[in-house]
């Protein structure tokens, strides 16, 4: 997870996805990114777009969003979790695919028992 000066999510990188960029770049990457986490404007934000695992902060899901939505949004973007963020922009944890996914299904099978 990378927050903005004021504290507020930036984006977040699939760490996985980001070791294995960094192993296979040299440390000459690595470097790199971590200098721009130490002076943001050192590096253009379409070079950290372009890192495996990135998702911005447009691709953040609000608290409220329904879980149908935030799944769609997971299919369109190809990945199995998504940030959350409050209506300021702060980050507040992730959503993942398979968690509301079960909870879907609990619910259609609460439904098809008669459960409030």
Request: hydrophobic content about 40%; glycine content about 6%; aromatic content about 8%.
């Amino acid at each position: 997870m990378v927050l903005d000066p004021q504290g507020k999510l930036f984006c977040l990188y699939d760490a996985l996805d980001l070791t294995v960029f960094f192993r296979t770049q040299g440390d000459q990457a690595y470097d790199q990114f971590a200098r721009w986490l130490n002076n943001p404007d050192t590096l253009p934000l379409e070079s950290l777009k372009r890192l495996p695992g990135y998702i911005g902060i447009d691709q953040a899901v609000a608290r409220d969003l329904s879980k149908r939505d935030a799944l769609k949004r997971m299919d369109t973007l190809r990945v199995d979790s998504l940030p959350v963020v409050d209506k300021d922009g702060v980050f507040v944890g992730t959503v993942e695919r398979a968690q509301l996914t079960a909870s879907m299904i609990l619910e259609v099978a609460d439904k098809l028992e008669g459960k409030p």
